[in-house]
């Protein structure tokens, strides 16, 4: 079975795959949502994976392939010490040198952000090109994919979580609210206000540079969403074609089975016993 984990400011995505044959698609059989784990130490990583699996009724020792998309740098040495320790699996990193068949044209391709890379193989996989994916996140990325499947670039703003929070810490008398979709576009309360605002706000700031970049990019170009917030914004957006909730984990999937091999001949070689030279 293959782990992906997609490890995110404010939350880490995990999958748990059924790695099949060529002619078989592979089976996301649990998937969970958690906290990004900054203050916690590989064993506690380890101790709530395990409880996850367990709960899901899946054993660590089923895992034999781990695949890891992280913007949290300072976490990965901790990430990566908790996966060896309680899977005995050594984790495969989306970084510059790992094959994802995905051509990065860009001034320098090596900060584009791994979950930015997966996402839009997995974008392309699904729907080809011209595409354009938007990650509704801590930060909202929108990452343009061309008809022949290179990265071509895009676009980061600010989440809607951290404009909320602005707004929330800088007006001492607005209440922090529940962000939820207005029932109305004109508010009678300050909640409603403050709801709308933010809703409509967000939905305003995708639009706007969806629009802007399909008619860069021409007509027939096709738009997914992700992210914990793509299903609350998509509703409303005009521009928004599809929602996949497990872009990220797909696209760790499919980055992984193009490293397959080469991965588990490194692993073999690192778990091969050393000859004592003179015995």
Same mark, same amino acid.
């Given at each position: 079975?293959?782990?992906?984990?997609?490890?995110?400011?404010?939350?880490?995505?995990?999958?748990?795959?059924?790695?099949?044959?060529?002619?078989? &698609? +592979?089976?996301?059989?649990?998937?969970?949502?958690?906290?990004?784990?900054?203050?916690?130490?590989? %064993?506690?990583?380890?101790?709530?994976?395990?409880?996850?699996?367990?709960?899901?009724?899946?054993?660590? *020792?089923?895992?034999?392939?781990?695949?890891?998309?992280?913007?949290?740098?300072?976490?990965?040495?901790?990430?990566?010490?908790?996966?060896?320790?309680?899977?005995?699996?050594?984790?495969?990193?989306?970084?510059? *040198?790992?094959?994802?068949?995905?051509?990065?044209?860009?001034?320098?391709?090596?900060?584009?952000?791994?979950?930015?890379?997966?996402?839009?193989?997995? +974008?392309?996989?699904?729907?080809?090109? &011209?595409?354009?994916?938007? %990650?509704?996140?801590?930060?909202?990325?929108?990452?343009?994919?061309?008809?022949?499947?290179?990265?071509?670039?895009?676009?980061?703003?600010?989440?809607?979580?951290?404009? +909320?929070?602005? @707004?929330?810490?800088?007006?001492?008398?607005? &209440?922090?609210?529940?962000?939820?979709?207005?029932?109305?576009?004109?508010?009678?309360?300050?909640?409603?206000?403050?709801?709308?605002?933010?809703?409509?706000?967000?939905?305003?700031?995708?639009?706007?540079? @969806?629009?802007?970049?399909? +008619?860069?990019?021409?007509?027939?170009?096709?738009?997914?969403?992700? *992210?914990?917030?793509?299903?609350?914004?998509?509703?409303?957006?005009?521009?928004?074609?599809?929602? %996949?909730?497990?872009?990220?984990?797909?696209?760790?999937?499919?980055?992984?089975?193009?490293?397959? %091999?080469?991965?588990?001949?490194?692993?073999?070689?690192?778990?091969? &016993?050393?000859?004592?030279?003179?015995?």
């Amino acid at each position: 079975m293959l782990l992906a984990v997609d490890v995110g400011n404010t939350n880490m995505v995990m999958g748990l795959y059924r790695m099949t044959t060529p002619e078989q &698609p +592979a089976e996301l059989l649990s998937h969970w949502r958690v906290t990004t784990p900054l203050e916690q130490t590989s %064993d506690e990583i380890g101790v709530t994976l395990r409880s996850l699996f367990h709960a899901s009724g899946h054993d660590l *020792g089923d895992v034999n392939g781990i695949a890891v998309s992280s913007v949290v740098p300072p976490l990965d040495s901790m990430l990566r010490n908790a996966f060896e320790t309680f899977f005995h699996v050594k984790p495969l990193f989306i970084e510059p *040198g790992v094959k994802t068949g995905l051509p990065v044209l860009t001034d320098n391709p090596s900060e584009v952000g791994a979950d930015r890379i997966v996402n839009c193989v997995a +974008a392309f996989e699904r729907f080809g090109g &011209p595409t354009i994916v938007v %990650d509704m996140g801590t930060a909202t990325t929108f990452d343009v994919i061309s008809k022949k499947g290179e990265f071509l670039g895009g676009a980061i703003a600010p989440g809607l979580g951290i404009a +909320a929070d602005a @707004l929330f810490s800088r007006a001492a008398r607005l &209440p922090r609210i529940d962000i939820r979709r207005p029932a109305k576009v004109i508010g009678t309360s300050t909640v409603d206000n403050i709801q709308i605002g933010l809703y409509y706000g967000y939905i305003g700031l995708v639009d706007g540079i @969806l629009k802007r970049m399909i +008619a860069e990019l021409g007509p027939e170009t096709k738009t997914v969403a992700t *992210g914990g917030l793509a299903k609350l914004i998509s509703p409303g957006s005009e521009c928004i074609g599809e929602v %996949d909730e497990m872009l990220t984990l797909n696209g760790l999937r499919l980055v992984y089975e193009k490293n397959m %091999d080469r991965h588990r001949d490194r692993n073999h070689r690192d778990r091969t &016993p050393m000859r004592r030279v003179g015995v």
